[in-house]
């Protein structure tokens, strides 16, 4: 993932200005909040958040079918 630096805020910057760190959400599409410098938590918007997690499932049901197909013979037999 590429952060841009325009979008870094301290801890204690996000904490004083929540508005700041909305905004850069708003500017930049993501905030990036550094603890002792280190980025530790990103802000999106609720819709990026969801669409993440929509894709993480297809993801999950997509792997799931693929095991599932490859290995049906011994699925079976487990289940007898």
Do not use: C, W
């Not at 870094?8 to 500017?27: G, K, P, Y």
């Not at 792997?63 to 197909?69: A, F």
Request: hydrophobic share 40%.
């Amino acid at each position: 993932m590429k952060i841009d630096t325009n979008s870094l805020v301290s801890i204690t910057e996000a904490n004083q200005n929540f508005s700041r760190v909305a905004h850069l959400v708003d500017e930049n599409g993501a905030a990036v909040i550094l603890k002792n410098n280190t980025p530790r938590y990103i802000v999106i918007q609720f819709s990026e958040y969801q669409a993440a997690q929509t894709a993480r499932d297809d993801d999950v049901s997509t792997i799931s079918q693929r095991i599932l197909s490859k290995h049906l013979s011994a699925f079976e037999e487990l289940a007898k």
